[in-house]
């Protein structure tokens, strides 16, 4: 240990006598460490983070698969979830839950739309969470007609009730409902994630024979002996026999099992891993950097190491020393790293994208610097520091003593092999930031086309409410209710000063709200029970097209004469238009909307533009637009087309709609441009952090070229003076360095092209429009690669061309 010490002080010793030096490889340290700490908070956050479950790794989510209908995962009916829980020999248990949206007006100041859960009972034991009060359901409560009973969040029992300790057994309002509630849940427990509130699923009892209906997301945990691959084998054989036993409602449909962690972390896994990777290359980079400097710092001592081993030091002892730098180094660039990362979290919250309808994404709320991120920022310093002063403590340990003393006070001369290495490093640090370059060009690229997409619609000035009208207040049986009170609010919202036109919709483009309408064509041959053509079903009201810009291709528009007590009528997209009348006329065709006891007759009059409701990079669906006047729809997005800002009516058009309904509350609030930017959000931020990194690693390479080309013009001084005074003119003096460092850009822009190709493959999921191996990315960084390096060699050969012949012939 007193040797220990004793190596520590000298080291910092030495570290304080070469300030420059030390305050560039503690800030490249810094980068490096920083950056990979930054970005494994957010990793740790939404994937490492332990779950509040039972044993989380035997939880898996069991989705339905239908390939044909373009559906990766789907809910499943209740006759397939009462299938499968009876005969699956794979599972401890199973259990169900659907989505529900709940408008609750106990405690607040006004009326809130919150996100909540139907769980049947056994759902909590399947996670294996337990309340932080009370209970959660029991038997006898999820039944058709059982008690009202509720679970709460925390966030919401905080939010709504002041975290009330007395609030078990108390009585909220849910909808035009009393619950009691029975518990509140911990606030670790975010199961679906923004859900609020779980009431009792209560499946009746016909549901054991509904094969039709797909609502139902369906939880299960693996018994102790079950491979995630076994149970995957024998649900996908139970799928498929009952495929075969029920062809008409599940032909074709298999079935996906994923693990609970990765159903959570959802979409982001891919960007976050992807990043993740890319500063790595920026510590591997920062390490080459680093250890070039200290194969410059190691030259430059070789008389002190040589007199040192020729007093008695042996090559272990200085391979400790020169360690106990390196480390020392680390360490503070680690801890600079530490404090880096921590001012980010706060800048890394900002761009997570928490409110993306269309994706699923965790909601992350804080990015906390725990006891594993200082494990992993420990252990990347110690191993940073080892693998960057590794080879310059060998290299200084291994010195010809009799060699270096016989220099006498000449400057050491690095052999070729050292110049070599050194050069390989500096390849490297380009090849590496080239590989960053090309993933950041591409996703620039891509996000840039995205932005330019055409979504079917102008979202500029629009302003959207999405309300969900309450059932009991808008009853099914009693269609003119909800119809009078969306047409109120429309003619209020269009009476708003500033306000071109107003309309409302059933599912906002972009929200990830659907449903789909089957219905077969008049004249055409009905096709196999199950089979039939479907789309997007979209109910608006007249002016919804001219609200959001949506050209009318054929046809006609929805008018106030498509009243309730007119025949029913349609429009369809021009996709539905190309897929099922190939180039004819549908205009006049009719479509039956029922079945062949209870026809529902709808001719098709007009055919509209296309929209990508799921965003521009997502595949066109097939949309059928139907009157609001002509089908009850309990979901209505209203929308609103500005003369200018749409923020500035946002106030004028709240009051507008709680003219007619003053207990109505809003899911959601949000210009269409505000409603776009999120749908690619996503992409936006690992557009912004990939660009961030490889222009910090284009920066490290470009101080690592000049390092090596500015020590390299000091050591052959003497020679660029010989030349000099043997006629050697100043261009070619110039011509001699820049050489020397463009050879070398071009090797690592060489290695970098062929690194990229393989890597890119890795981005494909990310990119629109833009193929991994995009030529004009390609070309534009490896100018842009060359044009840095150029100028990072410069500097030296500047200096170099500046030598006095004289001067250099006596350099010593």
């Known amino acids: 240990m007193g040797t220990l010490m004793q190596d520590i002080r000298f080291a910092i010793r030495m570290l304080m006598k070469e300030p420059g030096f030390t305050a560039v490889a503690v800030l490249t ?43 990766e995962v789907s809910p499943v009916s209740p006759a397939v979830f009462v299938t499968w829980k009876a005969e699956n020999h794979v599972f401890e248990e199973m259990a169900a839950s659907s989505d529900d949206l709940d408008t609750i007006t106990s405690g607040g100041d006004e009326p809130e739309m919150v996100v909540g859960y139907d769980f049947s009972a056994d759902y909590f034991h399947v996670i294996g969470t337990t309340p932080e009060l009370g209970r959660t359901f029991l038997p006898e409560e999820d039944r058709p ?56 699923l209560a499946l009746p009892a016909s549901a054991s024979s509904d094969w039709k209906n797909r609502y139902l997301r369906v939880l299960a945990r693996l018994k102790p002996d079950v491979t995630l691959a076994q149970a995957q084998a024998q649900m996908s054989a139970l799928a498929e026999r009952i495929a075969h036993e029920h062809p008409d409602t599940n032909s074709g449909e298999g079935v996906i099992l994923k693990p609970i962690h990765q159903e959570i972390a959802g979409d982001i896994r891919t960007p976050l891993l992807v990043l993740f990777g890319a500063v790595g290359f920026v510590l591997l980079i920062s390490c080459v950097n680093v250890a070039n400097l200290l194969l410059a710092r190691a030259a430059a001592r070789e008389r002190e190491i040589a007199v040192r081993t020729a007093l008695g030091a042996g090559r272990l002892r200085l391979l400790r020393q020169m360690l106990t730098e390196s480390l020392l180094l680390s360490l503070a660039g680690g801890a600079a790293g530490l404090l880096l990362a921590y001012s980010c979290t706060g800048f890394l919250l900002s761009l997570f994208p928490n409110n993306i309808a269309n994706l699923s994404i965790p909601t992350v709320e804080t990015i906390p610097v725990d ?46 092999r050292e110049r070599r290495f050194r050069s ?14 090309i993933g950041a060009g591409l996703l620039i690229r891509s996000f840039s086309r995205l932005g330019r997409g055409d979504l079917g619609f102008r979202p500029e000035n629009v302003l959207a409410l999405e309300a969900f009208p309450s059932p009991a207040k808008y009853p099914a049986n009693e269609p003119e209710r909800l119809r009078a009170y969306v047409e109120r609010s429309v003619e209020n919202l269009r009476a708003i000063p500033g306000v071109d036109s107003a309309g409302a919709i059933n599912f906002l483009p972009l929200t990830g709200f659907w449903g789909q309408q089957e219905f077969t064509i008049e004249g055409r041959p009905a096709p196999p029970k199950g089979q039939e053509p479907k789309a997007d079903n979209r109910v608006v009201t007249p002016d919804y097209f001219k609200t959001m810009a949506i050209p009318l291709q054929r046809g006609r528009a929805f008018t106030s004469a498509d009243g309730p007590n007119s025949p029913h009528v349609a429009i369809i997209s021009a996709l539905l238009a190309r897929r099922l009348w190939n180039g004819e006329d549908p205009v006049g065709r009719r479509l039956n909307l029922g079945d062949t006891e209870k026809p529902d007759w709808t001719e098709i009059v007009g055919v509209v533009g296309d929209v990508h409701s799921f965003g521009v990079e997502k595949d066109l669906h097939d949309d059928l637009y139907r009157p609001f006047a002509q089908v009850y729809f309990p979901i209505v997005a209203f929308t609103v087309r500005a003369k200018g800002d749409p923020a500035g009516i946002i106030a004028a058009a709240k009051s507008a709609i709680w003219t007619v309904n003053p207990e109505q509350p809003f899911y959601k609030i949000i210009s269409m441009d505000a409603l776009a930017a999120e749908s690619i959000a996503l992409r936006r931020v690992s557009m912004l952090l990939l660009a961030v990194f490889s222009n910090i690693a284009l920066l490290l390479a470009a101080i690592g070229i000049y390092g090596v080309l500015s020590y390299a013009v000091v050591q052959r001084t003497h020679e660029i003076g010989i030349r000099a005074a043997l006629g050697a003119q100043r261009r070619d003096v110039l011509r001699l360095v820049l050489g020397d460092g463009m050879r070398l850009a071009l090797i690592g822009v060489g290695l970098g092209i062929t690194a990229s190709l393989a890597l890119t493959r890795l981005l494909v999921s990310l990119l629109y429009g833009v193929a991994a191996t995009d030529p004009l990315t390609f070309a534009g960084v490896a100018a ?5 390096t150029l100028a990072a060699c410069y500097i030296p050969a500047r200096r170099a061309m500046r030598v006095d012949p004289m001067t250099a012939l006596r350099y010593e």
Not at 389 to 398: E, K, Y
Not at 784 to 788: D, R, V
Request: proline share 7%.
């Open 29 to 71: 340290l810094a980068l490096g460490i920083g950056a990979n700490t930054a970005i494994f908070s957010v990793v740790n956050t939404v994937l490492l983070a332990p779950l509040a479950y039972k044993d989380p790794g035997r939880l898996v989510m069991i989705w339905g698969n239908i390939p044909q209908e373009g559906s």
């Open 145 to 200: 007609g059982g008690p009202h009973v509720a679970v709460l969040s925390d966030k919401i029992w905080r939010r709504r009730f002041n975290a009330d300790s007395g609030i078990i057994g108390k009585t909220i309002q849910l909808g035009n409902s009393p619950y009691t509630v029975v518990g509140v849940m911990p606030p670790n427990f975010r199961y679906p994630d923004k859900v609020e509130i779980w009431t009792p």
């Open 371 to 416: 006891a594993r991120v200082l494990v992993f920022t420990i252990a990347a310093t110690l191993l940073t520091g080892l693998i960057f002063g590794l080879v310059p403590a060998l290299r200084s340990s291994g010195l010809d003593v009799n060699q270096t003393l016989k220099e006498s006070g000449r400057l050491p001369m690095a052999g070729s």
């Open 424 to 437: 390989a490093l500096v390849v490297a640090e380009i090849a590496l930031s080239f590989v960053l370059l």
């Open 784 to 788: 842009l690669a060359t044009c840095t």
